[in-house]
């Protein structure tokens, strides 16, 4: 089975977005399996690193704490939109030192942090740790520091390292 479909949740995950996006019918079905096994395919040919998740359990509580995040974000964004020019804001850029060596774990966070507006994942060096983002609305660099290591970087660590 591994070598037909080599991602099985990832194949099972798309027929289902085939089906919910398309009618159901027989023919559909075919299809998005179909579709399945040629992306999963080339995934395999891709041959990127299966993530070993040691605390699954915690991937709904960072599901929940990021769609939180980003409504918030996307109401102090809106905020600095709608005050204009009537207030002095400060965007800058963050060094933060992270811990977190997982690939798949980096990728998720690079997914968060340009996900929630206001900030973009700029840069990360492999070999020093330290992640460079960009703020919108730059009031304390600790602020930040704190924000991504203590609230997605520790949570990341305990599911995937």
Request: proline share 5%; glycine share 4%; with cysteine.
């Amino acid at each position: 089975m591994s070598r037909v479909f080599p991602y099985p949740l990832f194949a099972s995950f798309l027929v289902l977005m085939w089906m919910m996006l398309n009618s159901f019918s027989p023919g559909h079905l075919l299809l998005g399996i179909v579709v399945a096994l040629i992306a999963s395919r080339a995934l395999a040919a891709l041959q990127p690193s299966k993530p070993r998740l040691h605390r699954w359990r915690l991937i709904p509580r960072l599901c929940a704490v990021v769609a939180l995040d980003i409504m918030q974000s996307n109401l102090a964004v809106a905020g600095v939109i709608l005050q204009g020019r009537r207030r002095d804001r400060v965007a800058g850029f963050v060094a933060i030192p992270l811990a977190l060596r997982d690939r798949t774990a980096l990728a998720l966070l690079a997914c968060i942090v340009t996900s929630t507006p206001g900030t973009a994942w700029i840069e990360y060096d492999s070999i020093s740790g330290m992640l460079l983002i960009h703020v919108l609305d730059l009031r304390d660099e600790a602020e930040w520091i704190d924000l991504i290591k203590n609230r997605y970087e520790a949570m990341l660590m305990e599911i995937f390292e």
